[in-house]
């Protein structure tokens, strides 16, 4: 029998460990034993994801969050390494690129556990960005490491990558593709009354902006968030702008007592109708790693409210536009002018909807050679 311990802790992580909690239960020589950091610990973020993605209840559940980077972390490793201890995986999960992925597989790596890390070799080349050096730290602890894209893997080769582990063993580099299409693809089939959704938002179908902003580079600084709202604002006097709220983003908001027209703010939806609202939207604005690779699954044009991004093949196959708060109106009434036709883009950049099963095979024939 595999023990695979799994490591997950924010919402985007729920959604692709669904991907491969569904893959391990379909083979009976695989035990999953499923941890949960806490980092993300309320109903709208946490348990709408374990209900509707049918992920099983988590065998750990460690209760920490709101908490400083350095002492959500330390607290993370600490409880991690307890669990690992009493649990003796042969190896450990992680998953992106939060406090949970870096306590993870910093936790296992000193314990001599593997880890296998999911979306590997991704890169913003900001490290300003938190996400920027769990990734870059968790990549260099991983012994498996599962690249969603092409791009990934150069970052990894140019890195100097894969790198030796003892003397007669080195890091395992797969391109696998990316769990979240599996994710997006195996979902969407489970929605199943698409015009309740569009009711209970009162949305019409191809006539709103789906926006999403949470990421600390957007949220950090007051000023920022607000010039994001201010040009939302705008593009709100002309199409309906629905935004679920983050909640680091609704915290902000609820200090800075600034108008923000008619963009209509609503809590987090669950995956479901997150999946439906993101397919029938005009346009997506956002600046979310995971939402801008949807918007591209569902063929939604996208803009995202960055500097940079890691999945720069968006940005160069023209699916996905880069823009500055100050550009951010004008971008958008651009697009909703002339959209374009994403008919046309049918490769496959992030695999075949196959990739959970993928990483579970190779995780298996490392495990049993
Ligand atoms: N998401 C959701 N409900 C929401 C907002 C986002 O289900 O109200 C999903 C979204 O479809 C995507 C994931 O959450 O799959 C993205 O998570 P987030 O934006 O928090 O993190 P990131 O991808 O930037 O790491």
Partial sequence: MIRITTIIGARPQFIKAAALSRVFRQRNHIT?????????????????????????KPDYNLGISAL??????????EKTE?????????????????????????????LHIPVAHVEAGLRSYNRMMPEEINRILTDQLSTLLFCPTETAM????????PH????????????????????AIFYAGKIKDKAAIFARYGLEQGHYVLATIHRAENTDQATRLISILAALAVVAEEIPVILPLHPRTKKILEHEKRPTGKIRFIEPVGYLDMIALEKHAALIVTDSGGVQ??????????VTCREETEW????????NILARPEHLAETVF????????????????????????????????????
């Avoid at 690779?293 to 996208?302: I, L, N, S, T, Y």
């Avoid at 374009?340 to 024939?365: F, H, M, Q």
Wanted: aromatic share 8%.
């Fill in 32 to 56: 999953e034993i499923l941890v949960h950091t806490g980092q993300h610990f309320d109903a709208g973020m946490s348990e709408v994801f374990f209900r509707q993605l049918e992920i099983p």
């Fill in 82 to 110: 307890q669990v690992l201890l009493d649990v003796q995986p042969d190896m450990v999960l992680v998953y992106g690129d939060t406090n949970s992925t870096l306590a993870g597989a910093l936790a296992a790596a000193k």
């Fill in 334 to 369: 651009g697009i909703l002018s002339d959209r374009p036709d994403y008919r046309i883009w049918n490769d496959p950049l992030y695999g075949d909807g196959n990739v959970a099963a993928k990483i579970v095979t190779a995780i298996e024939s490392y495990l049993c050679p």
């Fill in 164 to 183: 030796t582990l003892s003397n007669n063993s080195a890091q395992k580099i797969h391109r696998v593709g990316d769990v979240m299409y599996d994710a």
């Fill in 293 to 302: 690779k949807e918007a591209f699954f569902h063929r939604v044009p996208c």
């Fill in 154 to 161: 150069k970052n990894l080769e140019e890195e100097g990558y």
């Fill in 68 to 77: 400083s980077h350095g002492a959500m972390t330390g607290r993370m490793l």
């Fill in 312 to 319: 720069v093949e968006l940005v160069e196959i023209g699916a």
